[in-house]
């Protein structure tokens, strides 16, 4: 099946820095990848649609210059958490929706985030 | 706005139990509806789906019908193992401009021997 990986799987960074999130489809193209946001026991709350070579699109209070997106090409997004804060400490998962399906998104295991 | 509500867990079960885990949702439009699965440590995985009313979506022993009008997707499996054991989430796709996944809270189901 379809595989969706991430990197790093946890990470601790200390406030004020940046910190960078990969997520590869590692057997399939994915001209568009979603990135997720989910607080324990919560629901994953999309955050942005990354569209290969293009802007990504962001959803309603998620702040654009914070969160950078960059899909540069059709196995590769990543996430940059710009000046980190405590308050973004949080599970990030991401997800790779295959070439020509409306809805099949395969998920990566998801990268712990957590800022000091 | 669209979405999804499913009951709260942890749901406890013994081996070889019943499974019910409730799921309705709120769509203006006519979704598609799915459960993910999310084993520990690894990412969601579709477990079934199903696009339109009285469909019913079944995998592994799990099953789960599309119930229009009680805009319900139950998911339902008759007898669960210890290696069910994991957070499962109900979801539903709208298509026509929005295409994007809405998730319930999740489910955490720990069956024990």
């Known amino acids: 099946g379809a595989v969706v990986s991430q990197h790093p799987s946890r990470v601790i960074c200390k406030s004020g820095t940046s910190v960078k999130i990969e997520c590869r489809s590692l057997d399939f193209q994915a001209t568009t990848m979603f990135w997720y946001r989910q607080f324990p026991k919560q629901s994953l709350m999309l955050m942005a649609t990354s569209n290969e070579g293009s802007k990504a699109t962001y959803e309603q209070g998620v702040e654009k210059d914070k969160f950078l997106i960059n899909h540069a090409s059709l196995t590769l997004s990543t996430l940059t958490v710009t000046s980190a804060h405590p308050e973004d400490s949080s599970f990030y998962i991401c997800s790779a929706r295959i070439s020509g399906s409306a809805y099949e998104q395969y998920f990566g295991p998801g990268t712990r985030l957590t800022v000091t | 706005g669209d979405s999804v509500t499913q009951m709260e867990g942890p749901v406890t079960l013994s081996e070889e139990a019943f499974l019910t885990i409730n799921c309705t949702y709120t769509a203006t439009g006519y979704p598609s509806l799915f459960w993910y699965v999310q084993y520990p440590g690894e990412g969601l995985q579709l477990l079934l789906k199903a696009t339109k009313a009285d469909d019913k979506g079944s995998n592994k022993g799990f099953e789960a019908t599309y119930r229009k009008e009680t805009t319900s997707f139950h998911l339902e499996k008759g007898s669960v193992q210890v290696s069910d054991s994991a957070v499962y989430f109900c979801?539903?796709?709208?298509?026509?401009?929005?295409?994007?996944?809405?998730f319930g809270a999740g489910t955490r189901l720990a069956v024990h021997p």
């Open positions: 979801a539903l796709y709208l298509s026509g401009g929005y295409n994007k996944l809405i």
